[in-house]
């Protein structure tokens, strides 16, 4: 069975650090695209990263532009959110999620846009942020 599961959310401070993990099981990842997604109590949801399993291009919201980073591990068949210089406005719940397209472009693009039915997703892990 095809599963998503999100650890590595917790409590920091601002400045701080953490690296989200999303490990993909009962499937091997080849050309899929996964994104990291966060929401926010009261708001909506918001595409923070994406990354095209295959040839590793990405995409990053530009509220986390230089601090955020996307990345994948074939071995583990994982893919890493690491998050540094975190603000208080970085809380929320993240989830990671898999488009099983094939075209890179259009996944890319459908899944940085926020707005695409992904295909799979994790339950999420929650990024609390405050002093």
């Known amino acids: 069975q095809l599963q998503l599961v999100e650890s590595g959310g917790g409590s920091v401070q601002p400045g701080g650090s953490l690296r989200l993990s999303c490990v993909v099981s009962?499937?091997?990842?080849?050309?899929?695209?996964i994104g990291w997604f966060r929401q926010a109590p009261g708001k909506g949801r918001e595409a923070v990263s994406c990354?095209?399993?295959?040839?590793?291009?990405?995409t990053y919201a530009d509220s986390v532009k230089g601090r955020f980073t996307i990345s994948r591990d074939r071995t583990k068949n994982t893919v890493y959110l690491h998050m540094n210089s975190l603000k208080p406005e970085d809380a929320a719940v993240y989830s990671c999620?898999?488009?099983?397209?094939?075209?890179?472009?259009?996944?890319?693009?459908?899944?940085?846009?926020?707005?695409?039915?992904?295909?799979?997703w994790g339950k999420g892990t929650l990024v609390t942020v405050s002093s």
């Open positions: 009962g499937y091997t990842l080849d050309y899929e695209t």
């Open positions: 990354i095209n399993f295959s040839g590793g291009t990405t």
């Open positions: 999620a898999m488009d099983v397209g094939r075209d890179a472009i259009l996944t890319l693009g459908r899944c940085s846009s926020g707005q695409y039915a992904m295909d799979y």
